[in-house]
């Protein structure tokens, strides 16, 4: 009777089955593998597949760098190491697009970012409360333009922090909301809002966190306050 040896390793179901076949290639007794012996021994062995689970993503960091565009963090860490054949734990880190303002000094950065610089509209609320913390908050306008021109770049967007840029298409009229800091104390404009351009002047604009995802849109108006849907509201940063 074929005696199994399986006992210094685990094996997910996959290989498992590439064991059997192994075996049956090497002249196994073909009753003892259609008996379940050989799996049935290593399961044994094995135990229970364990696994991998994570903690919730961190907050998102600050910028890594002030007065130019950067990225920011965010982290989770493995709480029970996967076993016993599990898959691999996640990636434990994801960055996304950034700017920042004011430099580590407390003072304002005084370069334009032109094409007009946007991300989604959800990074506008953790922004609203550091404003609000520092006693900075400036009231904001919303502008709304129309997409003429996307590059493919915008629909391979697969991180997470990414994947509002698959939702923009062209012809599409989106809503973009300038608020503190991007809001100038001088100017109050936000760099890339289009103020001053002809109707009709194809103006630029870049999607932070995926250089490949740019285009084109018309201004279209200026409002006080944005009423675009969720996923056609941005932000300029």
Not at 83 to 111: F, H, I, M, S
Not at 134 to 143: I, L, S, T
């Amino acid at each position: 009777m074929y005696e199994s040896r399986l006992t210094c390793k685990c094996f997910s179901p996959k290989q498992l089955f590439l064991v059997v076949r192994l075996c049956w290639l090497a002249g196994a007794w073909a009753d003892d593998l259609l008996g379940g012996e050989l799996l049935g021994t290593a399961q044994h062995n094995c135990g229970t597949v364990i696994p991998c689970v994570v903690s919730q993503w961190s907050a998102w960091s600050g910028c890594a760098e002030p007065c130019k565009t950067t990225y920011r963090v965010r982290t989770r860490h493995i709480v029970q190491e996967p076993r016993n054949g599990a898959e691999a734990c996640p990636a434990l880190e994801e960055r996304a697009g950034c700017v920042e303002y004011w430099t580590q000094q407390g003072t304002e950065c005084k370069q334009s970012l032109i094409p007009a610089l946007i991300t989604t509209g959800g990074f506008g609320k953790a922004r609203k409360k550091r404003a609000a913390a520092d006693g900075k908050e400036r009231a904001g306008y919303c502008v709304e333009f129309q997409l003429v021109a996307i590059t493919p770049g915008c629909l391979h967007s697969h991180h997470s922090y990414t994947r509002w840029m698959r939702y923009l298409r062209e012809g599409h009229t989106v809503c973009v909301e300038c608020q503190h800091p991007a809001l100038d104390s001088r100017s109050q404009h936000c760099s890339g809002d289009g103020t001053g351009s002809t109707k009709n002047q194809l103006l630029q604009w870049q999607a932070v966190g995926n250089p490949r995802c740019k285009g084109t849109w018309r201004r279209i108006r200026q409002l006080d306050t944005c009423s675009c849907p969720s996923v056609h509201s941005f932000l300029f940063i």
